[in-house]
């Protein structure tokens, strides 16, 4: 059966109050036409899970600036000032994560584990009202694992099963967001035939990936 569906259908799929991944750093290695065409929709209340939120024009900067996100968990938010805007003025709630705490997070959730022990955070407010667990005479903060309804990746390279290929810094967030959403739509910059990418290389394998966006 072809995974295969426009932009409009994709788009169609994430529903007011939705927990959505978005892949990208600086809109990098974003599904940018998907996320062009979400600031459209009008599609309103969502927790979004990302890095950080871009630029007011580009990326997932977008719904933030149109007010389409209520909660944000994320690792930075200084390009972008209508998040700091929205966030003092109590329309924006936010949870910040070290980013590299973030990414362990959001695989925590692809792997079903119940979480992940880090001293990254401890004794800032990144620790306030989380749990410690002591190992071994030693402190961690336990870091909950993130999961989504939906997961928007960027590839750079795909092919009709929907194996993916992500280039260069493109492939930030997007492997650990295909395995942590249960329904999970692949933007894809250029598509192949079953076959020609080699089975070493593909960073998303097809069984991970619900829809195809070319």
């Known amino acids: 059966m072809s995974k295969f569906i426009s932009i409009e259908e994709a788009v169609s799929k994430v529903k007011d109050g939705m927990t959505i991944m978005v892949g990208g750093f600086l809109a990098n290695g974003t599904p940018n036409k998907i996320v062009d065409a979400l ?44 998040t700091s805007e929205q ?8 949870e910040f994560c070290p980013q590299g705490s973030l990414a ?59 194996n993916l290929v992500y280039r260069g810094t493109s492939q930030n967030f997007n492997p650990l967001m295909a395995s942590a959403a249960d329904l999970v739509i692949a933007e894809i910059n250029e598509l192949v035939e079953v076959g020609e990418i080699a089975a070493e290389n593909v960073k998303t394998p097809s069984i991970m990936v619900d829809f195809i966006v070319k």
């Open 39 to 82: 600031a459209k929709s009008g599609v309103k209340n969502l927790t979004l899970i990302c890095n950080d939120t871009a630029y007011p024009d580009k990326g997932v900067g977008q719904l933030i600036a149109n007010k389409q996100v209520k909660k944000l968990f994320v690792s930075h938010i200084g390009t972008n000032p209508h």
């Open 87 to 94: 966030m003092n003025s109590g329309e924006l709630e936010i």
């Open 104 to 162: 362990e997070r959001v695989r925590a959730g692809g792997c079903g584990l119940g979480g992940i022990l880090t001293q990254t955070g401890m004794g800032t407010i990144v620790a306030e009202g989380k749990q410690i667990v002591n190992v071994d005479g030693k402190d961690y903060l336990l870091e909950k694992p993130l999961r989504a309804d939906i997961a928007l990746v960027g590839a750079s390279l795909g092919d009709k099963a929907g």
